[in-house]
Each structure stands twice: as structure tokens, then as C-alpha cells.
Nanobody, 121 residues
Framework: QVHLVESGGGLVQPGGSLRLSCAPS????????VGWYRQAPGKERELVAV???????NYANSVKGRFTISRDNAKNTVSLQMNSLKPEDTAVYYC???????????????WGQGTQVTVSS
């Protein structure tokens, strides 16, 4: 059974930085696109950034120029570097990936448990 595990959330002051990481546990054969989403209280979950298996990236307008998504295929890890954080970035951040397990023919969609990011002075 594959699980996505996120880490790196926390409390940071406005203007500060955090780095989130997402990695699967279990026997993974292939990982397709990986996305970071966030959900603030009372709001819908929104896509923050996505990276394809070939390394192509796309960002929400609200984070362009401040956030960078990257992946290390050798370690099956995807990171989200968040700089110049603002109070409106406060949310639970979720990792989402299409993963094919070892021995499986199809990819399935997986979500992490979420990690809290709070930007406050």
C-alpha cells in the first residue's frame, strides 16, 4: 500500500521561507505528475503548483515568482520551496500524485495527509 507523506510545514513570519517535501512510502514503480494543493479555512482546495514527470511546471498566479516546485526522481521526492510568504498563504498544504505501484498496470491518484503552513507575525 502506497502512502504520500508530506513534511516541512510550520509557523513562519511574513516574508519568511519554508520548504515542503512529499515522498511516497511503499513500492513505487512510477510517479506521474505531482501537484501541491492548499486549503484555507472556509475556502475550497486550490492548486498551487504542479510538476510533470518530465519536469515541466505550472503555478497559480498567486504564487508565481515566490514558490518553486522541483522533483528528485532518484529519491521519488517532490519539494515546494516557498519564499516571501504572506499571511494569505496560510493553509493546509496537500501533495497529490499519480502513482503506479510495483507489479501494477495502472496509475492511481494518491493524496497526502496534509501539512499546516501558518504565516503570521
Amino acid at each position: 500500500q502506497v502512502h504520500l507523506v508530506e513534511s516541512g510545514g510550520g509557523l513562519v513570519q511574513p516574508g519568511g521561507s519554508l520548504r515542503l517535501s512529499c515522498a511516497p512510502s511503499g513500492s513505487v514503480a512510477e510517479i506521474e505528475a505531482v501537484g501541491w494543493y492548499r486549503q484555507a479555512p472556509g475556502k475550497e482546495r486550490e492548486l498551487v503548483a504542479v510538476i510533470t514527470s518530465l519536469g515541466r511546471t505550472n503555478y497559480a498566479n498567486s504564487v508565481k515568482g515566490r514558490f518553486t516546485i522541483s522533483r528528485d526522481n532518484a529519491k521519488n521526492t517532490v519539494s515546494l520551496q516557498m519564499n516571501s510568504l504572506k499571511p494569505e498563504d496560510t493553509a493546509v498544504y496537500y501533495c497529490n500524485a499519480g502513482i503506479r505501484e510495483v507489479g501494477a498496470a495502472l496509475h492511481y491518484d494518491y493524496w497526502g495527509q496534509g501539512t499546516q503552513v501558518t504565516v503570521s507575525s
